[in-house]
């Protein structure tokens, strides 16, 4: 049963438990909240109003 191939689902499983060990849970609950963001506001943190002006601006200019 050891040469036996994981199916998807059992790889998936097996990959998030080490994943666990390593990171903790505090990690699954730091990607929760980004998923939960919008795009625009995550750049807007990242990034700054001015990204967006400048963007505005290029995007303004033929």
């Not at 998936?12 to 438990?17: E, I, L, Q, S, V």
């Not at 700054?48 to 963007?55: L, S």
């Amino acid at each position: 049963m050891a040469n036996r191939k994981l199916t998807r689902s059992e790889a998936g499983r097996k990959g998030g438990k080490t994943t666990l060990k390593k990171y903790g849970t505090e990690f699954y609950q730091k990607i929760g909240q980004k998923g939960g963001r919008k795009g625009g506001q995550t750049t807007k943190e990242r990034y700054g109003t001015e990204f967006y002006q400048e963007i505005g601006r290029k995007g303004g200019l033929k």
